[in-house]
């Protein structure tokens, strides 16, 4: 009987080849031809690893016929210091192998430094469009981000937690919700795990979920997808909702630590300047309104919700005056919060919730949430809710839950944000919007 | 102004209160009454902790009034070690502070070790259902498989992706499909990310995703779920499908001791015996088959899939043989695995696929998958497809793909068979099933 015993290779990354600790030694990678250059009979290929790409140089006896891009190769030979070569090190080719050839040449240079093709066309392309340098550093800084997140709340006493996405029904009420058909039933497509990671508090105290939520979001704008990636997480026996954003600011600290260690190139590439996070302005709701608008003379239009261009103003007023990419709103109008945001008791019109901008741009909705189950349904009954429709949900009420709240980032806002990405459909490899479903 | 600066607290959970350290101290703990106990004037308390259960003693003096379970508890007190409670550990209350308290008493009597419910009682009230001991154990050990997945992976060179969900094909075909009106366009739910993995080798390699996967089965069975999180990865530069395996192999490996430091006491309570899974054997299907039929009498009806009592039987046959809890079947017929399977060039019947079969239940299934363009293209062809409708997805074949190939582990059957559940839907906190769609 043959046994399977799981000592897999790891291969070389870019990484470790431009240790130094490899230097004069033989090696072996592989890759795909990223770009290829002849000068004389000698061959430089740019191949792509799966961190980074490695400048190879092929003397004409090692050339195999018919190279070419996006052929993939396996090479033997050794790496040495080269001060012009992307990273310090090149690697001396001994010996190429093909292992498979493309049907057709790419239809975009993707190894040029900016590609400039419209969002329609880069979209349609994504699957190989993905391949460029500046795509891949983006997407490096994304699992950063989540990893991030998971490793800093798993270190908190946090639980992580898979939630229904098929539901039966919606957690944040409104429109924006995709119909389904199951089995003969109606039920919808999540718009957050709201209900379910409220509930978990009541098991495991802190939880947490990186998941998909939907919103079938009619208009289509530079800031919104129809699907993406939440970071939620809840937490019980608060004393406050400020424990919450000091629980992001903990997140959010830990994130730049790690992206400077684990993607230092990516963010040089991107030319990305970390922000500070691990102190970030608190401003009311009401105050964060005035601020801007008499700093930026623009009227208030609504007064129970931050338009898009209030965003961006307050998000400069605290850059221009405490040099501030990050800032949290608190204190947002109840009636514009969902119903079971927590009231706040010294002024119920407004709830002990919060916003966090980051460069002008919402990226968190966070806060606290009505643990009493008179409370909660009261503030249904206010609504014209009926509270037999969330019998479930109750249930945790009823029978006992501990003050509690939390919050969900986009995390497709928050790399776009950080990369500097002017469309959040950058920051999602596949994005989904009203007119898009594929690829 | 003032600034959120993200130092919260981390609290203290069962972990740091058993360790010894804080053995005579003075602590402060906070919890739900899970159990109460009345002894003369004494009143036992079992506190839920996040993670675990602490007993708390609270003389006279310091029992506030309406003490009842599922109270939800602030503490303050010493820690001293105590024989008889468990962790060895007790809490001696010094004040009692309610923070909330429940509206109701509990439907079920949830401190009870074992709550012999039926299966349809004990779903319908999940939300409380899953403050139990046995509960919050199999899904701390669930928390800590995806974990494990996740950091093998990220330490093996993978990248985390997230794909959307809502899709314009099923990459699985077949009718086990759940259908969506997408802003007035057909789309579908993914039944994986099989496209888009594929697609990400071509990018990083290596990825990862944990992830929804919605499947539309209509019969309902113990093994059955409509929506399970699927891990999932993809790696490229593959020089043999047993490199797939290997790698499963070392993820078990690794997430068998991440529960050993990290779930001792969930395992315990569940009786749990860690499987072997450093050195699993492999067996062709057609001699898996043949073997397990020889030996328990049972005659073969499908030649080219796998029956449930089929896959029992093998199970049965290699824990007998070999003591061994996993076995991987190998060299799947053709004619039953997906048209991106890669056929075996030595025998095209067959296809170099596996599934890795847990306790006598396949948990895995996986393979190399076709690469070349024409390849790829001829054998849709031969299967009756359109090639033209999968453009986005032949795009990568295209343009060069290297060899490769992945695997998909159902998160929730992997944590049934190891916590010897014999029913997925208790390995899944809020399960999705025919007639179920709530809570």
Redesign the interface.
Known sequence: ???????????L?LRELCSGALDGQKVEV???VHALRRLGGIVFLTVR???GQLQCVCDPGVQPAGLC????L?VQGRIRAEERAPGGRELAAESVEI?????????IPVSKRKLNLSLDTEL?????E??SQR??AV??I??CL??AF?EYL?G??F??????????AGAEGGSNI??????G?K?F?AQSPQ??KQ??V?????VFE???V?R?E?HSTPRHL??Y?SLDFEM??IRSF??L??????F??YAMELLRRECARELELLQVVLPK???????PFEQAKRLAAEKYGRPIRDPYDLEPEEEHNIGRYFQEE?GADFV?VTHYPSKKRPFYAMDDPEDPRYTLSFDLLFRGMEVTTGGQRI????TQVDKMRARGMDPAEFE??L?????????HGGLGIG?ERLTARLCGLDNVRHA?????D??R???
């Not at 639980?159 to 039966?168: C, D, F, L, R, S």
């Not at 009541?202 to 802190?206: L, T």
């Not at 643990?371 to 008179?374: A, N």
């Open positions: 009987m043959k046994f399977i015993t799981g000592s897999p290779e790891k291969g990354g592989h890759g795909a690893l799966r961190d891009e996006e052929c993939t396996r292992l498979s050839r493309p049907a057709a040449p790419m239809p349609s392309l994504r699957p190989v993905l391949r795509e891949r997407f490096r994304q699992a989540s990893r998971r798993t908190q006493g639980t992580e937690i898979h939630t229904p996405k098929i539901v039966h995709f119909r389904l058909d199951y089995f039933h039920a497509l209900f379910y509930t978990m009541g098991v495991f105290e802190r990186v998941g998909p939907f079938a009619k129809n699907e990636t019980g026996y400020r424990e954003m000091d629980m992001e600011v903990g959010l600290s996070a691990d102190a970030i302005p608190e401003v405490y949290f643990h009493d189950y008179q479930s949900y249930m945790i009420h009823k029978h006992g839950m501990p003050p995390l999602c490899l596949f994005p989904r009203r007119s479903l594929e690829p």
